[in-house]
């Protein structure tokens, strides 16, 4: 949890302490939430090297990127296979209960991703860590 | 076949209602591609908002996205068995024609709901889930009560859609 911010308590008139305003202010900015603004804005007090390199490729991994494709082109294809195969070849013109077949397929790939999801490792790699921890502090 | 203008207007078989079948058959997949689509934008937001400081966590917080996906699919299904009826050298009762009506909005209104549903709470447990990853188990179980409410709407469907008849026409 962030600790609220200090700097309305302070009297404007405080024209002896100009240091303290600003510092009380920039500790209280350095604990805000980050924000869209603060990774497009290069402020000039942690301006780093690696910040002003454009993003060259997206930082997902290959193979997350190739399950989402597997899974998307699962669900779009296997209820309607599921719906008209079973029409066809099992239940020949009882249209409800290949209906059914259709919905207990298409449940099976959600949970079958819900399953991919849980088992992934979502721990981050060390490189991205490191420059995010320095960009918040 | 020469039909009387009471024949075509009011009696058990008129002209008009392949008109509601169509109807139920539209409303199946509009509303809830409709419902799938608010769904899948605000849990998208809520998944790019979370995704600029914990961008590792992007296959959990796609399930929001992949749930309004599946409401779709039961509104496709509903509308793919409502048309797999309508045949246009066959006559059509008035009372197909309701209850297609009814078996289209059915899972259609429903599945708005469920979509919508979907759709705050992935924005708000994505974000959540980013902070704090034990919230995760409780976000899936809310999802999957969303999306059964899209379940409850199709079934009902596919029970009223078994009970179109055009015996009564001559």
């Known amino acids: 949890m962030p600790k609220p911010k200090t700097t ?4 404007a008139a405080a024209g002896a302490d100009g240091k303290a305003t600003t510092t009380a202010k920039e500790r209280s900015k350095g604990r805000r939430l980050p924000t869209a603004r603060d990774s497009t804005e290069p402020s000039s007090e942690n ?5 002003m390199q454009p993003a060259s490729a997206p930082q997902i991994p290959g193979n997350v990127i190739r399950k989402l494709l597997a899974f998307s082109l699962l669900l779009l294809a296997l209820p309607i296979l599921a719906y008209f195969g079973s029409l066809k070849y099992i239940f020949v013109g009882s249209t409800a209960s290949s ?32 420059t995010r921890k320095l960009k918040r502090r | 076949m020469s039909a ?48 600029t400081f914990r961008p590792t966590i992007i296959m ?3 399930i929001p996205v992949v749930m309004a996906g599946i409401i779709a699919v039961y509104g496709l299904v509903a509308s793919v068995l409502i048309s797999g009826d309508m045949d246009p050298k066959s006559k059509y009762s008035l009372f197909s024609g309701c209850v297609h009506l009814a078996s289209g909005l ?20 994505v974000r959540g889930f980013a902070k ?36 009564l026409c001559h």
């Open chain 1, 47 to 51: 301006k780093k090297p690696e910040d």
């Open chain 2, 4 to 51: 009387t203008w009471v024949e075509l207007t009011q009696g058990y078989c008129p002209a008009y209602s392949p008109f509601l079948g169509f109807m139920g058959v539209a409303a199946a997949i509009v509303f809830s591609s409709a419902g799938a689509g608010y769904g899948t934008a605000k849990a998208g937001i809520g998944i790019t908002g979370a995704g």
């Open chain 1, 99 to 130: 209906a059914i077949v259709a919905v207990i397929v298409a449940n099976v790939v959600l949970a079958a991703y819900v399953y991919a999801a849980w088992i992934e490792d979502t721990s981050e790699h060390p490189a991205h860590t490191n």
């Open chain 1, 8 to 11: 309305k308590t302070k009297p």
């Open chain 2, 60 to 62: 959990r917080a796609l």
């Open chain 2, 106 to 125: 059915c899972v259609g209104m429903t599945g708005l709901a469920a979509g919508w549903c979907i759709g705050i709470v992935g924005d708000m447990g």
């Open chain 2, 132 to 167: 704090e990853p034990r919230l995760f188990v409780g976000m899936v179980l809310i999802l999957i009560f969303a999306e059964v409410l899209g379940l409850y709407g199709l079934i009902v469907s596919l029970i009223l859609n078994t009970k179109a008849s055009n015996a």
